[in-house]
């Protein structure tokens, strides 16, 4: 069975830094693409940044030049570096990867990872 499994979430002040880790639990082909949301109450989930099997990114305007996505294929983790946090970044982060097993691309969600900063 395969999971993503998220850490590195917490409470940080404003201005602070987090750095958010998912990792693939479970025998897979290969990764394709690797993402965080989030979604904060109230809310939908939106995308907050993307990496590609190449290595190209995409951001949310929100979160350009303060948040970095990274991605190690050997560990089969992707990273985010949050920098900068603002309130307004508080919410429940989702990393979301689509993975391939025996020829099957499946999409899997992560847990999720509140990451909180109080106003």
Same mark, same amino acid.
């Given at each position: 069975q395969v999971q993503l499994?998220?850490?590195?979430?917490?409470?940080?002040?404003a201005g602070g830094s987090l750095r958010?880790?998912?990792a693939v639990s479970g025998t897979i082909?290969? &990764?394709s693409a690797m993402g965080w949301y989030r979604q904060a109450p109230g809310?939908?989930?939106?995308?907050?940044?993307?990496? /590609?099997?190449g290595g190209s990114t995409n951001y949310a305007d929100s979160?350009?030049?303060?948040? /970095? &996505?990274?991605?190690d294929n050997a560990r089969k983790t992707v990273y985010l570096?949050?920098?900068?946090?603002?309130?307004?970044?508080t919410s429940v982060y989702y990393c979301n990867m689509l993975l391939e097993r025996f020829g099957l691309s499946t999409t899997?969600?992560?847990q999720g990872t509140q990451v /909180?900063?109080?106003s």
């Open positions: 499994v998220e850490s590195g979430g917490g409470l940080v002040q958010l880790s998912c082909s290969s &990764i809310n939908q989930r939106e995308l907050v940044a993307t990496i /590609t099997s979160v350009k030049g303060r948040f /970095t &996505i990274s991605r570096q949050m920098n900068s946090l603002k309130p307004e970044d899997y969600w992560g /909180t900063v109080p």
